[in-house]
């Protein structure tokens, strides 16, 4: 895909018997398969009922959680985390799950989206005497779970409390002594499902995950609903007051999620297909071959080919020992990955009318790094599809392209962006396009390709969101 966009984290929960001591392996290995949705830390919390053991640390998952560090977690329910930062320094202490100990209580967070107005809060509780540790969105759950004016209530009421208080998206893992709780917010930015095998709840981000562990995909959790699993069972929270307007992520669809995931009940893979068919009807053009640009940008290519009946080839090569170019921290290092994570194949482009079919184009600097690349190795023609629409408005809801000049399209026609990435055809999806595949299209945020923003959001928390950075600590 293009550079670069940056999607914040995945989750993934468990909650078992008592006599289930070796939960931290299972979180293990649902963290790993979630592992393309953060790639700078990963951590995981676990707990028998009384202690809370966390292992956590900069790295993928399979360097995080050594097989002596996982034999140590022991505990039936726990939570794990894998991160990429939107807001936010990339260092071990902003890695989640994050942990609080307060008056004889202690929780466990962790985070999937962005909240927009945690900078305004952030302040407040500063001001009323809050410390902070980390410079992540996230923490500024804590300080409203443990506000003393809902010291009387219940643990679940004080969630409740905690979670009306915030504005953005949000999934949110919330770990106690005796308890693992799953949250959306109330327009559905992010996603969170629930699966089961055996006697042991489970939540996660993907139910790839479930796959990967041998578990059944039951539902996903509602927005703005909480779920809570126990030693009782499961316990659905309802919404009070459910949003007016449900906003699921469409990048979901386009690139964050595995194929093999269902994302708000439909199949990824499925919904690329129709992608791709609909681009070919859309953008049809004379060529020899369709080659996606791997990985997110396969089945839409499968489906272009399907569509215009020219056949299917893969002149690009993935290395799978690279990870995913857009959740690269820096831009340095985002474009020196690029050489490394795709490579062309000479035999298969040489000479060829070459339809390109890659997710998105977000800066142009890789594509136009790409094309370049098929024209040295003899590309007769280079003609590039896009599944989705131009993105043209920053995201405030857990995408980190968050300025208008920083989109290739924000500031560029389409036949500029032909212009300037070096190709000989440009085709974007229409909006209707990429909505066709739903039976429920306003439930989607297009925010970013039409600047319809379902959460409002003023400058000031704008702003705020590009602040927590600490400039008096540098972390080595």
Not at 23 to 32: E, H, K, N, Q, R
Not at 104 to 129: F, M, T, V
Not at 356 to 364: E, Y
Not at 409 to 414: P, R, T
Request: charge should be neutral; glycine fraction near 8%.
């Amino acid at each position: 895909m293009e550079t670069s966009k940056k999607e914040s984290c995945g989750l993934f929960g468990a909650f078992g018997k008592p006599e289930t001591e070796d939960m931290a392996t299972t979180i293990y290995t649902g963290l790993f398969s979630i592992q393309h949705r953060g790639q700078e830390g990963a951590g995981i919390v676990v707990s028998d009922g009384t202690k809370f053991r966390r292992c956590k640390d900069i790295g993928l998952v399979s360097n995080v959680f050594p097989e002596k560090k996982l034999n140590e977690l022991i505990g039936h329910f726990g939570i794990g985390h894998v991160r990429y930062s939107t807001t936010g320094s990339n260092c071990i202490k902003n890695v989640q799950p994050l942990i609080l100990e307060h008056d004889n209580e202690i929780w466990a967070i962790a985070h999937n989206g962005n909240l927009i107005n945690a900078h305004a809060l952030r302040q407040s509780y500063q001001k009323a005497g809050s410390i902070f540790q980390t410079t992540t969105d996230s923490e500024v759950l804590f300080p409203l779970l443990t506000n003393p004016k809902f010291k009387h209530q219940l643990c679940q009421e004080r969630v409740i409390n905690a979670l009306n208080k915030l504005k953005g998206a949000f999934s949110f893992l919330i770990m106690t002594k005796n308890c693992v709780m799953a949250a959306r917010d109330p327009n559905g930015f992010k996603p969170l499902a629930i699966g089961k095998k055996d006697n042991v709840w489970f939540f996660a981000s993907e139910t790839c995950a479930f796959i990967q562990i041998g578990a059944d995909y039951i539902r996903d959790v509602e927005p703005g609903e909480i779920v809570i699993a126990d030693n009782t069972g499961l316990h659905s929270i309802p919404a009070k007051t459910p949003s007016s307007r449900i906003s699921q992520c469409i990048f979901e669809y386009i690139y964050f999620a595995r194929p093999d995931s269902k994302i708000f009940t439909k199949n990824v893979h499925s919904v690329r297909l129709i992608h791709g068919k609909l681009l070919a009807k859309e953008h049809p053009v004379e060529a020899d071959i369709v080659m996606p640009v791997p990985s997110s940008g396969d089945s839409a290519a499968l489906g272009y080919s399907r569509e215009s009946n020219i056949p299917l080839d893969y002149g690009f090569i993935r290395n799978h020992y690279i990870g995913r170019t857009f959740i690269m921290p820096e831009t340095n290092t985002r474009e020196t990955s690029v050489d490394m994570k795709i490579l062309a194949n000479p035999e298969v482009i040489k000479g060829k009318r070459i339809i390109v079919v890659d997710d998105s184009i977000v800066r142009g600097n890789t594509s136009r790094h790409r094309v370049s690349h098929l024209r040295r190795l003899g590309a007769k023609e280079v003609h590039m599809r896009i599944a989705c629409s131009p993105i043209t408005h920053p995201c405030f809801y857990g995408i980190d392209f968050p300025t208008k000049n920083e989109l290739i399209a924000g500031i560029h026609d389409i036949n500029t962006i032909r212009k300037l990435i070096e190709v000989d055809s440009l085709g974007y999806l229409s909006l209707n396009g990429m909505l066709s595949p739903f039976d429920d299209p306003e439930n989607f945020c297009t925010a970013c390709f039409n600047g319809d923003y379902p959460v409002p959001v003023d400058s000031t928390e704008i702003n705020g969101k590009y602040t927590l950075e600490s400039n008096q600590l540098i972390e080595i």
